[in-house]
């Protein structure tokens, strides 16, 4: 049995290499679609019925992401293992809670599961039967392979409650390796384009020969600093534009009316969750969002520059300690600075 884990371990690894060497880490949009994942399996149930050879099966279960940090998988695993004359087979009806560690394109996980199990055992004329609940734990990982197909490749260790006489002990225990493909059935929803409406060409100015008073001294130049929130802008851990932006819409107007203006700085920032790294490379996505959006409204690029701050200079600081109550407590850290804005206004 140590021998066979330390293979599934080593395997695991060797996955989890390959995969990352094969697709960049980098933050993936959530696919709410469900996804279907046939699976091999790969069982060994602890020599409990008397068989020292482990077994094979095949896997199917149907899974959903519900949150940026769980997915749900139900479905099952039937398996059988033979040997001198003696047959064990297992069927498993389950359902898995996923909680990823992220969702970068490599991601592991921990796995929860409950379910029922049916053992049948054969021996000569011999036959076993009983169906008991059992729970489960694991490990495990997936790997984005295209935008509707990632590898999940887990470790499983089960414990099912045997109450009657059908066999002489209580509880049995089985370890489970699989390695599957999941196919998801939508692709992720891509934000509609940008319209960019023309300006309407100005009326022709007509000269008029006639002596103007000289214009007033122009005033002094004012900076102003605008700071959007993100979570306008963007979902939880997104930097996918909102379609409907007015504010952005304002300040890509007022840049129009004021050409003279150049080298404004736009930073992204992110709220404390996460590592370090990760919100790093999610405040400069969110500040090009906001950058290719000015410039798809008719800003020259070179006007523009976008930078990721991370969780650097936090507005608020909080210690809540459920997840959802941080998250909303952290709403004020997650924002948008766009800066160093010289407006030339005459004040009446």
Same mark, same amino acid.
């Not at 409950?114 to 059992?134: I, L, N, R, V």
């Not at 929803?189 to 309407?200: C, D, F, G, H, Y």
């Not at 996505?285 to 690029?301: E, F, H, Q, T």
């Given at each position: 049995?140590?021998?066979?884990?330390?293979?599934?371990?080593?395997?695991?690894?060797?996955?989890?290499?390959?995969?990352?060497?094969?697709?960049?880490?980098?933050?993936?949009?959530?696919?709410?679609?469900?996804?279907?994942?046939?699976?091999?399996?790969?069982?060994?149930?602890?020599?409990?019925?008397?068989?020292?050879?482990?077994?094979?099966?095949?896997?199917?279960?149907?899974?959903k992401?519900?949150?940026?940090?769980?997915?749900?998988?139900?479905?099952?695993?039937?398996?059988?293992?033979?040997?001198?004359?003696?047959?064990?087979?297992?069927?498993?009806?389950?359902?898995?809670?996923?909680?990823?560690?992220?969702?970068?394109?490599?991601?592991?996980?921990?796995?929860?599961?409950?379910?029922?199990?049916q053992? #049948?055992?054969?021996?000569?004329?011999s036959?076993?039967?009983?169906?008991?609940?059992?729970?489960?734990?694991?490990?495990?990982?997936?790997?984005?392979?295209?935008?509707?197909?990632?590898?999940q490749?887990? $470790?499983?260790?089960?414990?099912?409650?045997?109450?009657?006489?059908?066999?002489?002990?209580?509880?049995?225990?089985?370890?489970?390796?699989?390695?599957?493909?999941?196919?998801?059935?939508?692709?992720?929803?891509?934000?509609?384009?940008?319209?960019?409406?023309?300006?309407p060409?100005? @009326?022709?100015?007509?000269?008029?020969?006639?002596?103007?008073? =000289?214009?007033?001294?122009?005033?002094? =130049?004012?900076?102003?600093?605008?700071?959007?929130?993100?979570?306008?802008?963007?979902?939880?851990?997104?930097?996918?534009?909102?379609?409907?932006?007015?504010?952005?819409?304002?300040?890509?107007q007022?840049?129009?009316?004021?050409?003279?203006?150049?080298?404004?700085?736009?930073s992204?920032?992110?709220?404390?969750?996460?590592?370090?790294?990760?919100?790093?490379?999610?405040s400069?996505?969110?500040?090009?969002?906001?950058?290719?959006?000015?410039?798809?409204?008719?800003?020259?690029?070179?006007?523009?520059?976008?930078?990721?701050?991370?969780?650097?200079?936090?507005?608020?600081?909080?210690?809540?300690? #459920?997840?959802?109550?941080?998250?909303?407590?952290?709403? =004020?850290?997650?924002r $948008?600075?766009? @800066?160093?804005?010289?407006?030339?206004?005459?004040?009446?």
């Amino acid at each position: 049995m140590r021998n066979s884990m330390k293979k599934i371990a080593l395997a695991l690894a060797l996955i989890g290499t390959a995969s990352s060497a094969q697709v960049m880490a980098q933050n993936l949009d959530l696919n709410p679609s469900w996804y279907v994942a046939p699976s091999i399996n790969y069982t060994n149930t602890d020599n409990r019925f008397g068989l020292t050879k482990d077994g094979q099966g095949l896997g199917l279960r149907f899974g959903k992401a519900i949150n940026p940090s769980w997915d749900i998988q139900l479905g099952g695993i039937t398996a059988r293992t033979k040997e001198a004359g003696t047959t064990y087979k297992q069927n498993l009806l389950s359902v898995d809670a996923l909680y990823m560690q992220s969702r970068e394109a490599v991601h592991p996980f921990l796995l929860f599961s409950a379910g029922g199990q049916q053992d #049948k055992f054969s021996k000569g004329s011999s036959d076993k039967s009983k169906t008991s609940p059992f729970l489960g734990a694991g490990i495990g990982l997936q790997a984005q392979l295209t935008e509707q197909l990632s590898l999940q490749a887990d $470790v499983r260790r089960n414990m099912a409650y045997l109450s009657g006489h059908e066999f002489n002990f209580k509880r049995a225990y089985t370890t489970y390796a699989s390695v599957g493909l999941n196919y998801f059935f939508d692709k992720v929803a891509k934000p509609a384009p940008v319209v960019i409406k023309e300006e309407p060409k100005p @009326e022709p100015i007509v000269e008029v020969k006639k002596e103007l008073p =000289p214009p007033p001294p122009a005033p002094a =130049p004012k900076f102003e600093k605008y700071t959007l929130s993100s979570t306008e802008l963007f979902a939880f851990d997104s930097a996918v534009l909102a379609s409907y932006q007015p504010k952005l819409d304002q300040i890509s107007q007022a840049l129009k009316e004021t050409p003279n203006v150049s080298n404004v700085v736009i930073s992204g920032f992110t709220d404390r969750l996460g590592s370090d790294k990760y919100n790093l490379k999610l405040s400069e996505k969110r500040a090009n969002a906001v950058r290719d959006y000015l410039i798809n409204s008719g800003i020259a690029a070179n006007r523009l520059n976008a930078v990721g701050k991370g969780e650097a200079n936090p507005v608020v600081t909080c210690t809540n300690k #459920k997840r959802a109550d941080l998250i909303k407590c952290l709403e =004020p850290n997650r924002r $948008v600075e766009i @800066e160093q804005m010289t407006f030339e206004r005459r004040v009446n």
